[in-house]
């Protein structure tokens, strides 16, 4: 689901850039990636994700994308163009994403699968595309932050089957993904590193 305006404001700016720069140190400390690393961050928005990961993973090929076009077009503005010859951004859905099976070393999400209807689709399809050894870096959003009495009137979101800390853990650890390290916000949301089985 695309976002409304309120949360574009809330995405598209300098305090969500300095957080994310927090967020992908420390995951970054929690498992650097391999060498020559080819990785994708779903729902990347305007690209500023992309671009601290770029700078603190270094992979050897980042790829980006989002479901709004109108996100990608921004991400053209908002790179540099040494970064943009270093990302491949482009429009997509997590639900169907175009790499064959165990084909990438790294997927990171940022704040995206609380937006996807069918979020157990969604965390099927990226486990499907990681490497056996793979890791899923992920920063997520419970409902009682977006959806509380006042979020709900401002912000747009899915309303049915949202997931808490209990229902996502128990959805990634299904799908074959264990966790290596976490930071929970109760009610809020969790930053996590989590390796797809061998
Ligand atoms: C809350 S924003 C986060 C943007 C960025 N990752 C960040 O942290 O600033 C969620 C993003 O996910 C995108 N999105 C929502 N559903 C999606 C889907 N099914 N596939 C890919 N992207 C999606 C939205 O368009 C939006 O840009």
């Known amino acids: 689901m ?7 404001l809330v995405v598209n ?8 720069r927090f967020e992908i140190r420390w995951l970054r ?10 990785v994708l961050e779903i729902g990347c928005g305007r690209g500023a994700g992309a671009s601290l990961i770029l700078k603190e993973f270094q992979p ?8 709004d076009w109108k996100m990608i077009r921004l991400g053209k503005r908002f790179l540099s163009s040494r970064e943009k010859q270093s990302i491949f951004m482009y429009v997509g859905d997590v639900l169907h994403l175009p790499y064959g099976d165990g084909s990438l070393d790294a997927v ?5 699968l609380h937006h996807v209807p069918d979020w157990r ?17 992920v920063e997520e959003l419970y409902p009682t932050l977006y959806q509380n009495f006042i979020t709900r009137h401002i912000l747009l979101h899915p309303t049915e089957d949202r ?4 229902d996502f ?10 966790m290596v390290d976490s930071l929970e916000v109760k009610g809020v949301g969790l930053l996590a590193v989590l390796v797809k089985e061998a």
């Open 2 to 8: 695309k976002l409304n305006w309120a949360e574009r």
């Open 13 to 20: 700016n300098p305090c969500r850039v300095m957080e994310q």
């Open 29 to 38: 400390r929690t498992l650097p990636l391999p060498p020559e690393s080819v």
């Open 60 to 67: 050897a090929a980042l790829h980006a994308m989002d479901l």
């Open 108 to 112: 990171y999400d940022f704040g995206v």
């Open 121 to 137: 689709s969604a965390v099927s399809e990226i486990c499907r595309i990681l490497k056996p050894g793979g890791t899923f870096y």
């Open 163 to 166: 997931f808490g800390s209990r």
């Open 169 to 178: 853990r128990a959805a990634l650890a299904a799908a074959g993904l264990n």
